[in-house]
Every structure is written in structure tokens, then in C-alpha cells.
């Protein structure tokens, strides 16, 4: 038997670094989520399912965000949360009459959770902006750069000589060739 103590502190570890790097509109968005699938307990269906893949779906992308994982959505990040929420809420709906009043109540305040935290992301960084690295990975310290190598001058070649003239005034800038005239 393996034990799963050291494997379950790796876990809490990690989700606690991922919980102090995310933003407060994506923690919102975690909370909403982890309520969303709270409320599917009881009669469990295909809606109740698709409720929590919807909600595992923001968990993973809050999460890959907070380890620092850069891709790109073509509306953002938050557009992405708030159409979850929606979503969620279409979803609840439709089961508005088969589920008691008490638990379609709670499931649609957590869409409506994940539906304002979607819309305050989308509102604090526009759509299409990729989050900064310095905000989500720290810089690197002196420490964990390479060191850097000082070339010496090569010695000088005593068999030539050069002389210290000043270029003519019409001559281009060194490196670059010499455009012809017309």
C-alpha cells in the first residue's frame, strides 16, 4: 500500500502557492465554482454532470493560471468564467421544476458567483491580454541566474599598427555599405 499523506500535503501545498499567486476576481471564481458542484449533490443527472464539468473547467483554468502556465483565449479569461456562469445557469434552469426550490436557489446564486467574478476579470484586464510573467512567476534572483563570463581583450598584434584618424565626413557609419550616388 502506498501512502497517500505525503501525496495529500503535495496537494495542499500546491494549491495553497496557487491560491496567494491568483487574483481576487479569480478566487471569487474558485469559491463559485467549488459551490456549483456543492449544490449538484441529490438527484444526480446528465445536467448535474455537465454543472460539474462546467465548474471543474474554471478550477482548472484558475488553477493553470496561478502555476503560471501562459495560453491564450480568444475572448480572456474572464469572458470565459462569465459564460460559464451562464451557462450553469441555463443548465439549472432547465431542471428549475424537477430539483427542490432550496437547492435551485443556491445552485444559481453560485452561477450567479461565477458569473460576476467572470465579468470583474473581464472588466480588470481586457479580453485578449495575456497576464504579465512578473505577475504570475517571480523574478528570478541573482542567485538562480548563470554566471556570467568577462572576456579578456586579446593581446595586442605588435606587427600591426593602426592610427587613430577620424573617418571623412562622407563616409557612412561603420558597419553599413556604402550607398551609390546617382
Not at 36 to 59: D, K, N, Q, R
Not at 73 to 79: E, K, S, V
Not at 142 to 152: G, K, M
Request: glycine share 8%; hydrophobic share 45%.
Amino acid at each position: 500500500m502506498t501512502d497517500a499523506g505525503p501525496r495529500a500535503r503535495s496537494a495542499g501545498r500546491r494549491a495553497a502557492v496557487i491560491w496567494r499567486r491568483v487574483s481576487f476576481e479569480q478566487k471569487v471564481a474558485v469559491v463559485g465554482a467549488l459551490l456549483l458542484i456543492v449544490s449538484t449533490f441529490g438527484p444526480f443527472s446528465f445536467v448535474e454532470a455537465a454543472e460539474v464539468l462546467v465548474a471543474l473547467g474554471v478550477l482548472g483554468l484558475v488553477g493553470a493560471r496561478g502555476e503560471g502556465r501562459q495560453f491564450h483565449l480568444p475572448f480572456g479569461d474572464g469572458t470565459v468564467v462569465m459564460a460559464a456562469g451562464i451557462w450553469a445557469a441555463l443548465l439549472i434552469v432547465v431542471r428549475l421544476f424537477e430539483r427542490p426550490l432550496g437547492q435551485n436557489l443556491l445552485a444559481l446564486a453560485c452561477a450567479a458567483i461565477l458569473g460576476v467574478a467572470g465579468a470583474a476579470e473581464r472588466a480588470k484586464r481586457p479580453p485578449d491580454d495575456v497576464p504579465d510573467d512578473d505577475a504570475v512567476r517571480p523574478r528570478p534572483t541573482p542567485s538562480d541566474e548563470a554566471p556570467t563570463r568577462v572576456v579578456a581583450d586579446p593581446p595586442a598584434d605588435a606587427s600591426r599598427t593602426e592610427t587613430a584618424s577620424p573617418p571623412p565626413a562622407d563616409s557612412p557609419p561603420a558597419g553599413r555599405p556604402r550607398s551609390p550616388r546617382i
